[in-house]
């Protein structure tokens, strides 16, 4: 699905260039293509999530079809969203690569993954990841139950348009009552058609749920991004050892671990004084490019740390804020329904009363 968006400039970087366009067309692909890059550019970063490609955790009354008109909508507010909270973030808003998917025509990015696993975890950035899975956990149960709750819902409320339909038949053969029961009957079926507005605005809410659901997956990808930070360090040290042994091992001419190396000095004979001094210095050399390395290393992951605790804990701030709205909200929204239910069936008392 093609769906078309605004471009507004991130900042003043575009004046002297070719003009902005009013708008442009972009595939969920594409956003999807943007956000892999931001979190490869940006690994500290908590970075906003997409809508869902396709229908989940809907009640049945809902359309699941991708091509639905009403879902079609509901994901393009999804993705505004998605740019609105990549703009007002303190490191991606600046993005260049951010800017030209708002106002270049042709936007070229590519995704990265790695898989690895580092023998001294963080224990912070394990936690967070493990809160990350039981926050997607319970976030698709909520989902869940509600989705059941909707059905439900939908059903009580139509099995009201019954009364109506009944009343409404009564009423035909009753001389003295037959106004009360049709107004009642009014009041009825009124109340039965009030579910597809209510499930409407339900489903906003859930939207909103379903954003959490998914800021789960950026929370679990920065800590993997901190693993591969600390497994690159880590196989930075274990080379650096693995260097300075086998310097230790040339100086003195002992083999401490079995290796190809020391097996072949066995069958063909020590190596000559030249040969073993010009490996001790090239293997100096390798020492201190290895040293300078583990340096670097340990800066980027102390760098990373960093960066990436501020921004988790911009994201909790953030999330403890939306969640808490979202779910006053969805609250005030039940109740509100539950005391029109009640005026609902406190008028049709007043139209029997009538009667």
Request: charged fraction near 30%; include cysteine.
């Amino acid at each position: 699905i093609q769906q078309d968006y605004t471009a507004l400039p991130v900042d003043a970087a575009s004046e002297g260039t070719n003009p902005v366009p009013d708008s442009l067309w972009r595939r969920y692909s594409e956003f999807e293509l943007l956000r892999n890059y931001l979190l490869v550019t940006y690994p500290f970063a908590v970075v906003p999530p997409l809508p869902e490609k396709r229908a989940e955790f809907v009640w049945h009354k809902l359309s699941a079809d991708n091509m639905d008109p009403d879902f079609v909508e509901r994901r393009r507010v999804g993705l505004e969203n998605f740019l609105l909270r990549v703009a007002s973030h303190p490191a991606l808003s600046s993005d260049k690569i951010f800017y030209l998917f708002l106002t270049e025509a042709d936007s070229r990015l590519k995704a990265l993954n790695a898989t690895f696993r580092v023998k001294n975890p963080d224990k912070r950035f394990v936690e967070m990841k493990h809160y990350g899975d039981e926050l997607q956990s319970v976030i698709s149960q909520l989902l869940r139950v509600r989705a059941r709750a909707a059905d439900r819902l939908y059903g009580v409320y139509k099995v009201h348009g019954n009364y109506g339909r009944v009343f409404s038949e009564w009423s035909a053969i009753e001389k003295e009552m037959g106004d009360g029961l049709q107004s009642a009957g009014h009041h009825m079926d009124a109340y039965a058609a009030s579910v597809d507005d209510i499930l409407e605005e339900e489903e906003h809410y859930a939207d909103q749920l379903k954003e959490y659901l998914f800021y789960s997956d950026a929370l679990r990808t920065v800590c993997r991004k901190h693993e591969l930070t600390q497994y690159e360090l880590e196989m930075a040290v274990q080379d650096l050892t693995s260097k300075k042994q086998q310097r230790e091992e040339l100086a003195t001419g002992t083999i401490r671990t079995f290796s190809l190396k020391g097996m072949t000095s066995k069958l063909f004979g020590q190596e000559t004084p030249e040969q073993r001094e010009a490996k001790l210095k090239m293997l100096e050399t390798q020492i201190e490019e290895g040293e300078e390395l583990v340096k670097e290393r340990n800066s980027e992951c102390d760098e990373f740390v960093k960066s990436a605790w501020v921004d988790i804990e911009r994201f909790k701030e953030q999330k403890d804020h939306d969640l808490r709205e979202s779910l006053i909200s969805y609250a005030i929204m039940q109740i509100s329904m539950c005391k029109k239910g009640i005026q609902v069936w406190n008028n049709a008392k007043e139209c029997f009363n009538k009667m």
